[in-house]
């Protein structure tokens, strides 16, 4: 499970019942599509799992300790500007040095689906990229 229902929900795990329907009912209004053009179904759909989950109590609980035993996602060792990673344009991908003598690589695709964190090819070292996507 990847998911955070509470952060979905944009409520703190200590919310109460009536917090999290009201939260519920103000996100699914957010994600309407009449209200908000670029929702998606499946925006819907998430917002109806966490509904789910975290109204029921014992699935609740469920989620809770599943996320209790996730492990931490990587803490990157270092900021890097993809301005300093070396352009490989056959590829559509750029790349940058490790200190270990690996390289760190991401790709145009990558930055599309909004990848930040690239691991070293070599290490266990992560290191965060920063970008912005241009609309041509």
Known sequence: MNDDYYKLLAVQRSASPKDIKAAYHRALLAAH???NPDAKSKDI???QQAYRVL???ARR???DTDRQHMPAA???A???SLA???EVPEHDRWTHACRCGGNYAITGADMERGMHLVPCTSCSEVVWVGY???EE
């Open 84 to 86: 300093e990673f070396d």
């Open 74 to 76: 990587p803490r990157p």
């Open 78 to 80: 270092q900021v890097i």
């Open 33 to 35: 599509p009449d209200k």
């Open 45 to 47: 759909h998430a917002i």
């Open 61 to 63: 609980a469920q989620h």
């Open 55 to 57: 109204s029921d109590p």
């Open 132 to 134: 912005e996507l241009v």
